[in-house]
């Protein structure tokens, strides 16, 4: 079996161009391990259009376990379940994972599990950064919030930013070894087929050109129709009549899950005090590195290091949008060069215009269940995270984790469809943790960004935050954020049957 497949328009599927499964062949740089700031990160390759790719290879119709979403929850979850003999098929609605609107973090805990899948060197060999504090810019000097050298004493003593489209590609590359793993590109999921009120399965609509905007939801289908116990049902909206039958479906499709809304399961929303302005702007050569978060006044703007540019997040109030749009591009970029006068120089052609600056709508949810007979939700699709602190990536790997442990232990031994029981243990197993990551970061976006954007945090230096001050006075409480940032609560290992030994060359 052919095992990276291109879903064509015509309802065909067609082998992947190789540059999509080999990941060594574009990664740049080196090993830059050991150093806090080192390597160009983000080259973008151009995107290669499936219609270029040869043709003839037939549409998997059956596997054990459907994948909705080749982002981090789903890629690790399709290279672990494979690595475990259980037949999978990851489902990506996308031709490749080219978006802007990825967050670029890997976090230390992470790192740990790819040393143990055996994936170490190949994560170095990406072009990446290490970074080993957090750290926030006021006016009246710098604040480091978390120091990761202080708290992380084993391997992995930082988080690591890469481009995320190149940790899925080497994670694809990985998986795409495994003789039971399936990644399809270009297949969209618009509904859930059922049989005898069981989830069977997916309805796929073939999507080969175009996307949605920057940060937009993707279109969303009506919810499918719950059918007649007993009778099966497809999706009628599929175009293409696809129908992909699995013992069990894994909704890892994100923050606007289309399978969450086809299985009926409403989250429980938190809310968000703000939104997000979501652009780029060139960087220049003897800027910082890393990631940066900057707050002034009234504004605040987090910035990560991609290479040639700045992948910039300008904070906004909720509802803010239109009134700061009719302010116009002049306005928005005489904050940019007050909130940051280095950039100053750049702000004349970038952001060129203000369609080139997305809303980004913020969402913190939770389901109250995480399953259906024959489907399970984790990562953002089971719970839509704000970027505040940068663990939602974390989060949904840590997830992808437990399910193999749980569901893919139980799967490797039983045949046919996975008992609730054993579904419902994921979410009891992964609950507390992302209560308490949400309970994070909404005091965080409460008590810190929300108060900054009102104008109610002024940044001298007597007026600094109480919680800031005491981590500045006391270096060694870094240490608190730094784990909960870098590692998280309740770490998760991999299976023993997932894992791999590295081949290190003789020196
Ligand atoms: C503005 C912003 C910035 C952020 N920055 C960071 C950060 O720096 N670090 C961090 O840790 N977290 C960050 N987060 C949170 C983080 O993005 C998410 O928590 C994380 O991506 C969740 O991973 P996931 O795999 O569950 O879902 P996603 O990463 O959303 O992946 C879902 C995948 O499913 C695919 N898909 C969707 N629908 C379908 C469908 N119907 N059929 C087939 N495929 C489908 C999508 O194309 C996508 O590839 C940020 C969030 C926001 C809003």
Request: contains cysteine; hydrophobic residues 45%.
């Amino acid at each position: 079996m052919r095992r990276t497949v291109n879903a064509d328009d015509g309802g065909r599927i067609v082998p992947s161009s190789p540059a999509f499964g080999a990941f060594a062949a574009h990664s740049a740089a080196g090993d830059e391990r050991g150093c806090a700031s080192v390597a160009r990160v983000g080259v973008r390759r151009p995107r290669e259009s499936p219609a270029a790719y040869a043709e003839g290879m037939a549409a998997p119709e059956r596997t054990r376990v459907a994948v909705v979403g080749g982002g981090p929850a789903g890629m690790f979850l399709g290279l672990l379940l494979a690595r475990g003999g259980i037949d999978t098929v990851v489902l990506e609605k996308h031709p490749d994972f080219l978006r802007d609107f990825r967050g670029d973090t890997v976090h230390a805990s992470t790192l740990g599990l790819l040393d143990e899948l055996g994936l170490g060197s190949a994560f170095a060999a990406l072009p990446h950064r290490l970074v080993d504090s957090v750290e926030i810019q006021l006016d009246a000097g710098t604040v480091r919030l978390a120091d990761f050298g202080r708290a992380l004493p084993g391997l992995h003593p930082h988080v690591a930013f890469v481009p995320q489209w190149d940790f899925l590609e080497m994670l694809a590359g990985a998986a795409e070894r495994e003789p039971h793993f399936t990644l399809v590109r270009s297949a969209e999921v618009v509904g859930l087929t059922h049989d005898a009120g069981r989830v069977a399965g997916v309805g796929l609509r073939d999507y080969a050109v175009g996307e949605p905007a920057v940060g937009e939801p993707a279109v969303v289908e009506p919810a499918v129709v719950e059918p007649a116990v007993g009778e099966r049902s497809v999706a009628e909206s599929t175009s293409s009549g696809h129908v992909l039958a699995a013992d069990l479906v894994v909704a890892c499709d994100g923050r606007w899950s289309t399978v969450r809304e086809a299985a009926g399961l409403i989250p429980r929303t938190f809310g968000s005090p703000v939104d997000i302005w979501w652009f780029r702007v060139p960087r220049h050569e003897g800027d910082p590195g890393g990631g940066i978060g900057r707050l002034s006044g009234h504004e605040f703007m987090i910035m990560i290091d991609r290479g040639d540019t700045w992948q910039c997040g300008y904070l906004i109030a909720k509802g803010a949008d239109a009134a700061l749009r009719a302010e116009g591009l002049g306005a928005f970029r005489e904050k940019l060069a007050r909130l940051q006068p280095w950039l100053a120089d750049r702000l004349d052609a970038s952001p060129a215009s203000l369609d080139d600056v997305k809303l980004l709508n913020i969402i913190l949810e939770r389901l109250e269940e995480w399953h259906r007979d024959g489907l399970l939700l984790i990562g953002d699709a089971a719970h839509p995270m704000s970027p505040v602190g940068g663990v939602g990536i974390n989060l949904a790997i840590q997830d992808a984790v437990a399910t193999a442990q749980i569901v893919g232990q139980w799967m490797r031994h039983h045949p046919g469809p996975v008992p609730a029981d054993v579904l419902s243990e994921v979410r009891r197993r992964r609950l507390l943790p992302t209560v308490l990551v949400q309970a994070f970061q909404r005091a965080a976006a409460r008590g810190i960004v929300s108060r900054a954007l009102k104008g109610e945090i002024a940044t001298s230096r007597t007026a600094i935050p109480l919680p800031l001050r005491v981590l500045a006075r006391f270096p060694i409480l870094q240490a608190i954020p730094a784990r909960f940032i870098a590692i998280g609560p309740r770490p998760e290992h991999t299976p023993s049957w997932a894992r791999r030994l590295e081949r290190i060359a003789p020196r």
